[in-house]
């Protein structure tokens, strides 16, 4: 009679912990110009229990808490950070490091000069010329202010001035990333309306003298200075 023994194998499977967590994180402002301020958001990490978040945002600032699973950043130095979020578990285990790049651009800087001078007569037209520099992008757009109200928009505008005043200037430049840089030049430009004035001379011009080679004159200007001066005086002294 044949037996059948039945060997009964009981295989015991014993509970391992694993580590499940995971950090992951959103970024609000991956790119922008100076300053940037960046807003991340780990609310997409996983992990047993309470979570800690463990934050390096590239910029020298570091941040541990259980609570600050969304945070935020300034950034004012131009360049390229690398944040950095490693979750930790009730238990104490650490997930493995989630890292995001977040660039900011440099800026562009606005200057600007007159082809024409600074000191003006009533009507003077002024020819603008663009010195800004670019930043980490071309720069597109330029927004000229001209201190009476009026704006223009290009790289070399021209302005009309035809009333007396001190003007501020104003430029306004901005690039291809969307980075802005402004300058204001205060009594950048002093337009004056012209005078008369009379010439006397110390010496009389009627001197005849047919043995002189020479004659020596002195000039002097009835100008009052107090009115809209100091001035600046340009003689001309054609010869016969």
Same mark, same amino acid.
């Not at 979570?51 to 945002?57: A, E, G, I, V």
């Not at 541990?64 to 930790?88: H, M, Q």
């Not at 900011?104 to 003006?120: E, I, K, M, W």
């Given at each position: ?11 015991? !499977? ?40 463990? %934050?390096?945002? =590239? $910029? ?50 606005? $200057? ?25 992008? !071309?720069?597109?757009? %330029?927004? %000229? ?53 009379? !010439? ?28 809209? =001066?100091?001035?600046?005086?340009? %003689? ?5």
């Amino acid at each position: 009679m044949k037996r059948f023994v039945t060997i009964l194998i009981c295989l015991f !499977i014993l509970p391992t912990q694993l580590t499940s967590q995971s950090a992951l994180f959103s970024v609000d402002e991956l790119s922008g110009c100076s300053p940037l301020i960046s807003s991340f958001d780990a609310s997409t990490s996983s992990g047993i229990g309470t979570l800690t978040y463990h %934050w390096d945002f =590239g $910029n020298l600032n570091t941040t541990s808490n259980f609570d600050n699973k969304v945070s935020s950043a300034l950034y004012v130095v131009p360049g390229e950070y690398k944040v950095t979020l490693i979750v930790e578990d009730i238990n104490g285990n650490l997930s493995s490091p989630f890292t995001q790049k977040v660039i900011v651009f440099d800026n562009p800087t606005a $200057n600007f000069n007159s082809l024409d001078g600074n000191q003006l007569c009533v009507p003077s037209t002024v020819n603008f010329n663009d010195l800004s520099t670019s930043g980490d992008a !071309i720069i597109t757009d %330029w927004t %000229w202010g001209f201190g009476d109200g009026t704006i223009a928009n290009g790289q070399a505008p021209s302005k009309l001035y035809t009333l007396e005043d001190d003007y501020d200037v104003t430029l306004i430049v901005k690039d291809q990333n969307g980075c802005t840089g402004s300058t204001t030049k205060t009594d950048f430009l002093s337009v004056r309306e012209p005078f008369s004035f009379n !010439i006397e001379t110390v010496a009389p011009l009627n001197i005849t003298n047919s043995c002189a080679d020479s004659i020596s004159v002195q000039f002097t200007t009835n100008v009052n200075q107090s009115e809209n =001066g100091p001035y600046l005086y340009y %003689w001309e002294f054609p010869h016969n």
